[in-house]
């Protein structure tokens, strides 16, 4: 190779010119248009929400998010619309409306025992108009069906060839001979007590259903209330399936289950709760609230978390901390677990030592604060 490459005249690239011919700059052929168009796009949107948002509607602007609203109340009225106001009270903030069985909130189930003492926007009735002042900004509405599908309850029931309609079952059950009454309490809906074999042949089927009620870390909420009547409608009973934070105290999710709805809970697994509608329900006659068009800030309440228990100084809290960093969790908590026997277990725990420690790492601050008020127990950070 060195002798062949001495040799004059002779190149090893021969493929290749020597001498590269040099780009035209005079020639006047345009270049090649390109296969696919180049897209046009708009100009980039500004990021400023000032130049965005329009600062004349109130709806668009959110006080209770990157904002330090802060406004003190007391317990009573804080605003009024003619017939409708927002009170606080025992529950925290509230809102009554003319003609309404009990007063709206948020979430029934899960609200502090403390009276609040601020409020994070301002006092809003987060309901439909006509005298809503606060506007909703949400999607259009859906252009209206040109099917026209007919409607029955479930005192009407469609005959058992019809097409077109969707499935109701009678109202029920009942013994043989008697019929569907009129009803209009609790008591009168509901009818007589269900028997075993009963419960059975209507929680059976739903077992291993999966249209159901899901009910998360807000609890029992005003828009479930609706959307659990929605379930009635084509069924006896309605499956609610519990998670999070309210499963720690399963009791009183059930207890306002019953006396915001009507219904009776016929059958609890864990989490899991069957509410039976009643024998003479009847969905047309249903008590009809409004639905809130967005969620209310959460109101400031007082500490909850004391600094030191009641008979221990601080500096007692602080050794009971320091203790605590070096024992073992009794359980893991995870974000969207049942927590129903976490009480019972954390009272046989506290037989064996006075403190006892569980792992919330999973968990929201706001989330295990409220575990350890339910557990009754006292939380060291």
Request: with cysteine; hydrophobic share 30%.
């Given at each position: 190779?060195?002798?062949?490459?001495?040799?004059p005249g002779?190149?090893l690239?021969?493929?290749?010119?020597s001498?590269?011919?040099?780009?035209?700059?005079t020639?006047?052929t345009?270049?090649?248009?390109p296969?696919?168009?180049i897209p046009?796009?708009?100009?980039?949107r500004?990021?400023?929400?000032?130049?965005?948002?329009?600062?004349s509607?109130?709806?668009?602007s959110i006080p209770?998010?990157?904002?330090?609203?802060?406004k003190p109340v007391?317990?009573g009225?804080?605003?009024?619309d003619g017939?409708?106001?927002?009170?606080v009270?025992?529950n925290?903030v509230?809102?009554?409306?003319?003609?309404a069985?009990?007063?709206?909130q948020?979430?029934y189930?899960?609200?502090?025992?403390?009276e609040?003492?601020?409020?994070?926007?301002?006092a809003?009735?987060p309901f439909?108009?006509p005298?809503?002042?606060r506007p909703?900004?949400?999607?259009?509405?859906?252009?209206k069906?040109?099917k026209n599908?007919?409607?029955f309850d479930?005192?009407?029931?469609?005959?058992?060839g019809k097409?077109g309609?969707?499935?109701?079952?009678?109202?029920?059950?009942?013994?043989?001979?008697?019929y569907?009454k009129e009803g209009?309490t609790?008591?009168?809906?509901l009818g007589e007590?269900?028997k075993k074999?009963e419960?059975?042949m209507?929680v059976?089927?739903?077992l291993s259903?999966n249209?159901?009620?899901?009910l998360g870390?807000?609890?029992l909420?005003?828009?479930?209330?609706?959307?659990?009547?929605?379930?009635w409608k084509r069924r006896?009973?309605c499956k609610i399936?519990?998670k999070?934070?309210?499963t720690?105290?399963m009791?009183n999710v059930c207890r306002h289950?019953?006396?915001k709805?009507g219904?009776?809970i016929?059958h609890?697994?864990?989490?899991?709760?069957?509410?039976?509608?009643?024998?003479?329900?009847?969905?047309?006659t249903?008590?009809?609230?409004p639905?809130?068009?967005w969620?209310?800030?959460t109101?400031?309440?007082?500490k909850l978390?004391?600094?030191?228990?009641e008979g221990?100084t601080k500096a007692?809290?602080?050794?009971f901390?320091?203790k605590g960093?070096?024992?073992?969790p009794i359980?893991?908590?995870?974000?969207?677990g049942?927590?129903?026997?976490l009480?019972?277990?954390?009272?046989d725990?506290f037989e064996e030592?006075p403190?006892v420690?569980?792992d919330?790492?999973?968990?929201?601050?706001?989330?295990?604060?409220k575990i350890g008020?339910g557990?009754?127990?006292?939380?060291?950070?």
């Amino acid at each position: 190779m060195p002798i062949l490459a001495s040799l004059p005249g002779l190149n090893l690239l021969s493929s290749l010119p020597s001498n590269p011919p040099q780009n035209d700059t005079t020639s006047s052929t345009p270049p090649p248009s390109p296969p696919i168009p180049i897209p046009k796009y708009p100009p980039p949107r500004s990021r400023n929400p000032k130049t965005n948002v329009p600062r004349s509607n109130p709806a668009l602007s959110i006080p209770h998010r990157r904002s330090n609203y802060r406004k003190p109340v007391q317990k009573g009225v804080i605003s009024t619309d003619g017939d409708r106001c927002v009170i606080v009270g025992e529950n925290g903030v509230s809102y009554k409306l003319p003609g309404a069985p009990f007063e709206f909130q948020y979430s029934y189930s899960e609200t502090p025992s403390a009276e609040p003492i601020a409020i994070r926007e301002p006092a809003y009735l987060p309901f439909a108009p006509p005298t809503m002042p606060r506007p909703w900004t949400g999607k259009a509405p859906l252009k209206k069906s040109k099917k026209n599908i007919p409607l029955f309850d479930s005192f009407n029931p469609p005959p058992p060839g019809k097409k077109g309609v969707k499935h109701v079952e009678k109202p029920g059950p009942f013994p043989f001979g008697k019929y569907p009454k009129e009803g209009k309490t609790r008591e009168e809906i509901l009818g007589e007590p269900l028997k075993k074999w009963e419960i059975k042949m209507l929680v059976k089927p739903l077992l291993s259903y999966n249209r159901q009620v899901n009910l998360g870390r807000d609890g029992l909420t005003h828009n479930m209330l609706d959307l659990i009547h929605s379930h009635w409608k084509r069924r006896r009973v309605c499956k609610i399936k519990c998670k999070g934070v309210p499963t720690v105290d399963m009791d009183n999710v059930c207890r306002h289950i019953e006396e915001k709805t009507g219904g009776k809970i016929i059958h609890r697994v864990g989490g899991v709760v069957y509410l039976f509608r009643g024998r003479n329900y009847n969905y047309r006659t249903r008590p009809q609230y409004p639905v809130m068009l967005w969620k209310p800030a959460t109101p400031v309440y007082p500490k909850l978390i004391q600094e030191a228990p009641e008979g221990l100084t601080k500096a007692e809290a602080d050794e009971f901390r320091k203790k605590g960093k070096s024992l073992l969790p009794i359980c893991t908590l995870a974000k969207n677990g049942v927590y129903a026997s976490l009480v019972k277990d954390v009272r046989d725990a506290f037989e064996e030592c006075p403190l006892v420690k569980i792992d919330c790492k999973g968990l929201q601050p706001s989330d295990y604060k409220k575990i350890g008020i339910g557990s009754l127990c006292f939380i060291i950070f």
